[in-house]
């Protein structure tokens, strides 16, 4: 009955909050010796603006609530931390945004320093 009664902002705050655990963790880029893998940060705010487009703010490069990007050796199926910079961050964050969240309207936005290293 909850269900029902429930109006549209909270059912697009659902929504956006059960699309992002869904999209938590994948792959963002394959290659021929390894792949590109993230990891969503469990610290995120997440708001509505006036025309009702889901915004989930994440961490800057290097924050506590970052998103984390990992390669995945093929051969030995290691994990290996993905140093990037901020701009190569940012290029990052903008095509995971780009290919798994605009599907379904939800965009990913940080505030980037460029003092950080």
Same mark, same amino acid.
């Not at 029902?4 to 059912?11: A, I, M, S, V």
């Not at 989930?56 to 030995?76: M, P, R």
């Not at 994990?79 to 961050?89: D, F, G, Q, R």
């Given at each position: 009955?909850?269900?029902?009664?429930?109006?549209?902002?909270?059912?697009?705050?659902?929504?956006?909050?059960?699309?992002?655990?869904?999209?938590?963790?994948?792959?963002?880029?394959?290659?021929?010796?390894?792949?590109? &893998?993230?990891? @969503?940060? %469990?610290?995120?705010?997440?708001?509505? !603006? *006036?025309?009702?487009?889901?915004?989930?703010?994440?961490?800057?490069?290097?924050?506590?609530?970052?998103?984390?990007?990992?390669?995945?050796?093929?051969?030995?199926?290691?994990?290996?931390?993905?140093?990037?910079?901020?701009?190569?961050?940012?290029?990052? &964050?903008?095509? @995971?945004? %780009?290919?798994?969240?605009?599907?379904? !309207? *939800?965009?990913?936005?940080?505030?980037?320093?460029?003092?950080?290293?």
């Amino acid at each position: 009955m909850d269900i029902l009664l429930e109006d549209d902002k909270e059912k697009l705050i659902k929504k956006a909050k059960t699309i992002y655990r869904g999209l938590k963790r994948g792959v963002i880029h394959k290659g021929q010796f390894g792949k590109i &893998v993230y990891e @969503l940060p %469990d610290d995120y705010d997440l708001q509505l !603006d *006036i025309n009702d487009d889901a915004f989930i703010k994440l961490g800057d490069n290097k924050s506590d609530n970052a998103v984390i990007f990992y390669f995945v050796d093929n051969t030995s199926g290691e994990y290996k931390p993905y140093e990037l910079t901020n701009y190569e961050y940012k290029l990052y &964050v903008k095509q @995971l945004e %780009d290919c798994k969240f605009k599907p379904f !309207d *939800i965009i990913l936005w940080f505030e980037h320093h460029e003092d950080i290293k």
